[in-house]
């Protein structure tokens, strides 16, 4: 037998963490196995701090946060009506400065739906007054909370159940980033979930920008995509990998920064194979998707590069 | 001081006056002058206020409800298609227990586009939860636009306070503008129970389950039924203060009277001089205006009404398959206290068509000529 070889000294080493460890959001909540949507509300209040109100238009986090009269989360929220975030976060930051508090970062926290459809009114007229708000999107590409119907997020090819697979959806997925660039607010930017780091730094730099400001957080749902959970932070990764999301920031509608590019841009079959909601799709569908990822990298390309 | 003004200005001073801290809205024929000065008065600092320039009525008070969350005073004025836009957001403003005060002048709803008045746009609002006020002169409706904020910010209850289309909105009178400093102590500052502020984290208006909701809204009954006993304390108070008392009803020669005709807003007034035309008639007339519409006062209307013989009601409304709608109310108010008193309905002065006292002798002649009414709507001056 051999003898056991005695055991090294071992230095003490500690986990680096490139985020803050406080939590603002508790365990408890109901977000569904792997939600996107939780982590990015997670992360983005560690950016924010405590000194932050969120209005919460109908989406999946009027669900998360907890019934009445529970909350997870250590900040006030205002549960908003569906189409009103923008607005109703310009007049709680009215009415917060009115009554001496000009500290708070007011954030309108909504998703797809509330944003890209019934919101889009409301999120167009505070952009233009630039009113003094973090306008947050949390993208999880449908209706979800509603039980996965399409909304203008929705990319082309998807199922869902109002886009059934013989009438797939056969729009691309409408383009809020160059809309809300139109309107000149001096920061906006995109995020993924898969990107922890950059989407804090993000979120942190907004804090400190005053006027509107923009973050369009790239948020899977399993659920609703019909995929693995554990496969969240995978699908948040890939996306940026195959430019299908790149992650970029826009200062008063015209300096592009494009924060990653990927060494070698990956090919959309693999992110596609690995959700229920595209299995449908033929060889000639996935080019027509190719094709339209690729058109818009490289017109983000030329954007960023013209700087 | 007294001021020649109109009634959209009398919204704008009441406004100030009340030193509003929020103010959102859109601009709407017949209600932007309430804007424009609301707009001047916050850029010479008259009015120490932000005035969000929302990009429709919907975001207006949706921005308001947020402004009075974190516990700002807050104003916005609309009209006709602009308020039945707010319609969802007036639910979320009396449901989450936000005082706003809006001002709303009275316009026939589109289609066809009108810019005329009668009360369908507001009475068709009768079930979300606001009190509303219908006024029949500038001075009460910047009297009431004051009264508003108190009772309202006492309840957390949403007020509105409504004129008629050019009628009185357009329509210039002398109006006694109250002092500041009796109006400061007249109004206290607001200073909710609950707001949203960071430093007491709580989630407002978040998914509630049947175990919750149900006594939510036994609540906002509950305290609407406490609006009657303050309006008429505070209505007082006003009297004392600035020799106007502020009520829920204005009863006129009614001590006497066989017919009572029952009008509301500026035709209110129309009313009143009718009643004086047909006394000399040697008809003993009177006229009941109904200012407050909800809470509904039903304990003024049956006091008045025990004297009555016979009462009008005139509606400048119309319940489409049921009647005028303050013909209903008054017979809701009276069901089981007085079933022998004839009632009339009459339904006139739709999109803006006059109501004269030509109308309202008409209607009391009509009344008086029949023991009890033949139809439930009387139509008067329509073209058949």
């Known amino acids: 037998m051999k003898s056991e070889a005695p055991l090294k000294e071992k230095k003490e080493k500690k986990m680096k963490l490139s985020l803050p460890a406080e939590e603002l959001m508790h365990s408890g909540n109901l977000a569904c196995q792997g939600c996107g949507a939780g982590l990015a509300m997670r992360y983005v209040l560690k950016a924010l701090g405590q000194k932050t109100a969120l209005c919460i238009p109908a989406c999946c986090w009027s669900v998360i946060d907890g019934p009445f009269p529970y909350s997870t989360l250590d900040v006030p929220i205002f549960h908003c009506a569906f189409e009103t975030a923008a607005a109703s976060a310009a007049g709680l930051k009215a009415g917060l400065e009115m009554v001496g508090d000009t500290e708070t970062t007011v954030v309108a926290w909504a998703g797809d739906g509330g944003t890209f459809d019934i919101g889009i009114q409301a999120l167009s007229g505070a952009a233009e007054r630039n009113d003094d708000i973090l306008y947050i999107c949390y993208d999880n590409e449908a209706y979800m909370n509603t039980g996965i119907q399409r909304s203008s997020a929705t990319p082309y090819g998807a199922w869902t159940t109002t886009t059934p697979v013989k009438h797939f959806k056969n729009r691309p997925k409408k383009d809020i980033d160059a809309i809300m660039a139109a309107h000149r607010i001096p920061y906006q930017a995109t995020a993924s979930i898969g990107y922890p780091e950059d989407l804090y730094k993000k979120a942190k730099k907004a804090k400190d920008v005053k006027g509107t400001r923009f973050l369009h957080i790239y948020a899977p749902c399993p659920t609703g995509w019909k995929a693995r959970p554990e496969d969240t932070v995978k699908f948040a990764r890939m996306v940026v990998q195959n430019c299908i999301f790149p992650l970029y920031e826009v200062e008063f509608g015209e300096k592009y920064t494009l924060n990653i590019k990927p060494r070698e841009k990956k090919p959309v079959d693999e992110y596609l194979r690995l959700q229920g909601r595209f299995h449908h799709l033929k060889e000639d569908h996935i080019k027509i998707m190719q094709e339209e990822v690729d058109r818009a990298w490289e017109r983000l390309l030329r954007r960023a590069e013209a700087q | 001081m007294k001021k020649v003004i109109m009634g959209n200005h009398a919204l704008s001073w009441g ?370």
């Not at chain 2, 403003?93 to 709803?109: D, E, L, Q, T, Y």
């Not at chain 2, 809470?295 to 004297?307: D, H, N, S, Y």
């Open chain 2, 15 to 384: 406004a100030q006056l009340g030193r509003a801290q929020v103010i959102a809205a859109y601009p709407i024929t017949p209600q932007t002058q309430v804007v424009e000065l609301l707009s001047e008065m916050c850029a010479s600092g008259a009015l120490d206020a932000k005035f969000i320039k929302v990009e429709s009525e919907h975001s207006a008070m949706a921005a308001c409800i947020g402004a009075s969350l974190a516990g700002a005073r807050t104003f916005t004025a609309t009209s006709a298609q602009g308020l039945t836009l707010m319609h969802e957001l007036l639910h979320w403003a009396s449901g989450g227990r936000n005082p706003v005060v809006m001002g709303n002048i009275n316009r026939a709803m589109a289609p066809g586009w009108s810019i005329w008045t009668d009360q369908n746009d507001s009475l068709s609002q009768r079930d979300t939860g606001w009190i509303q006020f219908y006024c029949s002169s500038n001075q009460e409706v910047l009297d009431t636009v004051i009264q508003a904020f108190r009772v309202s910010e006492a309840l957390l209850i949403p007020s509105m306070v409504i004129l008629d289309a050019f009628a009185l909105s357009h329509t210039y009178e002398v109006v006694d503008i109250p002092d500041q400093d009796k109006v400061d102590s007249y109004l206290p500052p607001f200073n909710p129970p609950l707001r949203l502020t960071p430093s007491d984290p709580h989630a407002f208006g978040g998914l509630t389950s049947p175990e919750h909701y149900f006594e939510l809204r036994y609540k906002l009954q509950k305290d609407m039924e406490k609006v009657p006993a303050l309006i008429e304390e505070t209505g007082r108070e006003y009297e004392r203060m600035f020799g106007r008392y502020l009520g829920q009803v204005e009863d006129y020669r009614c001590e006497d009277a066989d017919i009572i005709l029952i009008s509301s807003g500026t035709a209110g007034y129309t009313a009143r001089v009718a009643v004086d035309e047909l006394r000399q008639e040697g008809i003993k007339a009177g006229n009941l205006r109904i200012k407050v519409f909800r809470p509904f006062p039903f304990e003024k209307v049956r006091q008045i009404l025990a004297r009555a013989k016979k009462v009008a009601v005139v509606d400048r409304n119309i319940s489409y398959g049921h009647h005028g709608i303050f013909f209903q109310e008054v017979k809701s108010a009276l069901y089981g206290y007085d079933h022998n008193l004839p009632i009339f309905g009459f339904i006139t002065g739709l999109g803006g068509r006059d109501v004269t006292p030509a109308t309202f002798r008409e209607i009391a002649h009509h009344a008086l000529a029949e023991d009890k009414a033949a139809e439930d709507i009387i139509w008067v001056g329509v073209k058949r």
